[in-house]
T-cell receptor, first 113, second 114 residues
Framework: LAKTTQPISMDSYEGQEVNITCSHN???????ITWYQQFPSQGPRFIIQ???TKVTNEVASLFIPADRKSSTLSLPRVSLSDTAVYYC??????????????FGAGTRLAVHP | NAGVTQTPKFRILKIGQSMTLQCAQD?????MYWYRQDPGMGLKLIYY???????DKGEVPNGYNVSRSTTEDFPLRLELAAPSQTSVYFC?????????????FGQGTRLTVV
């Protein structure tokens, strides 16, 4: 199970691009990188997932360098509604193929007017 | 399409009481999970299940029990409630295991033990 490290908190302003980096130095060859978003009083929701290079969807982009030891979630032109906690998950598969889906502490993003 | 449904949404228990948190999913997912989230903290995995009849402990299983008799339902049982179990509980499900899958979460049950 790859350990992840991400900033505890970040602040931004409306309209700016926000980049949240996650370190996962012991990522395994078969591990994917997944990001979830959690609004207050709600369950997390899946944002984006990738294995290498760059992945983009309607919500965010995920940049993964060649060595895959880190990844960066990019949120373009954030708004107040992007204020949330963002979790980076890497490689939840354990012996026997069971996915434990372990969450870390996440990054608390605050977007200001 | 309801997704993952948790009941109740709120509950207050007295110390020593027991209760069952209900979780149901209608997506025919094999994997189901129970998490707790204390104020200002991340999610901690309590128990998970990879299919009907198969469950396993997560990071913080003490004080809880689970069962999975059907694909749809994954109830979490609290025996002898303690103040330390005051938390928000989330249930989740995913189609399969492996880290390339997407998990879907319920809206949570806010439990207070007094």
């Amino acid at each position: 199970l790859a350990k992840t490290t991400q900033p505890i908190s970040m602040d931004s302003y409306e309209g700016q691009e926000v980049n949240i980096t996650c370190s996962h130095n012991n990522i395994a060859t078969n591990d994917y990188i997944t990001w979830y978003q959690q609004f207050p009083s709600q369950g997390p929701r899946f944002i984006i997932q990738g294995y290498k290079t760059k992945v983009t969807n309607e919500v965010a982009s995920l940049f993964i360098p060649a060595d895959r030891k880190s990844s960066t979630l990019s949120l373009p032109r954030v708004s107040l509604s992007d204020t949330a906690v963002y979790y980076c998950l890497v490689g939840s598969t354990v012996a026997g193929g069971y996915n434990k889906l372990i969450f870390g502490a996440g990054t608390r993003l605050a977007v200001h007017p | 399409n309801a997704g993952v449904t948790q009941t109740p949404k709120f509950r207050i228990l007295k110390i020593g009481q027991s209760m069952t948190l209900q979780c149901a999913q209608d997506m025919n997912h094999n994997y189901m999970y129970w998490y707790r989230q204390d104020p200002g903290m991340g999610l901690k995995l309590i128990y998970y299940s990879v299919g009907a009849g198969i469950t396993d402990k997560g990071e913080v299983p003490n004080g809880y029990n689970v069962s999975r008799s059907t694909t749809e339902d994954f109830p979490l049982r609290l025996e002898l409630a303690a103040p330390s179990q005051t938390s928000v509980y989330f249930c989740a499900s995913s189609l399969r295991g492996g880290d390339d899958t997407e998990a879907f979460f319920g809206q949570g049950t806010r439990l207070t033990v007094v």
